[in-house]
């Protein structure tokens, strides 16, 4: 009775880690236009991931990275995450307003190697990039660095005088 009890306790250990990694939901991109706006007030740039469905390194950056990224309250201060599934065809507004799909966003964006993950500015400019993933290991910490950098390079942006 107790090797049995060991087993479905296993199973439902892996069944559990299975699900909560297909549960992970990272904000997905609704409207560019009110985020540009948080930009403008906290002076924080935006993250946008680039995936599509069934692509490994995607789901491990999302799992590994940016979802806990999302859910950290220090990052909340430091940047606005949002998502983008570019095999979609559901509609944003972009940074001006209008409406486009995912698939649309990430064609003008150039964005055809995945995952990507694009740091832009309140009008839509892109900050930095960091294209695949070199080093599973040293992904947050790179990332980080971008974003640092990402901010810095907006609030000379956003404080430069003509």
């Known amino acids: 009775m107790r090797p049995m009890f060991k087993f479905y306790l296993l199973l439902l250990a892996i069944v559990s880690n299975f699900a909560f990694a297909y549960e992970l939901n990272l904000p997905p991109a609704k409207n560019f236009f009110m985020d540009s706006q ?3 007030k906290n002076k924080i740039p935006i993250l946008i991931m680039f995936s599509i469905p069934n692509c490994g390194f995607c789901e491990k950056v999302k799992e590994n990275v940016i979802g806990p990224m ?3 309250k ?3 201060d430091k940047v606005i995450i949002r998502h983008i599934n570019v095999d979609s065809f559901d509609e944003v507004n972009n940074f001006y307003n209008e409406e486009v799909s995912h698939n649309e966003l990430a064609f003008k964006y150039a964005v055809n190697f995945f995952p990507t993950v694009l740091i832009v500015d309140n009008y839509g400019a892109t900050l930095d990039k960091v294209v695949g993933v070199v080093n599973m290991d040293y992904y947050w910490t790179d990332l980080d660095e971008v974003i640092n950098k990402s901010t810095v390079k907006l ?4 404080s430069a005088k003509l």
Not at 155 to 158: D, L, R, V
Request: no cysteine; glycine share 0%; proline share 0%.
């Open 70 to 72: 999302a859910d950290l």
């Open 155 to 158: 609030k000379k942006q956003m």
């Open 74 to 76: 220090e990052y909340d």
């Open 38 to 40: 948080k930009v403008w």
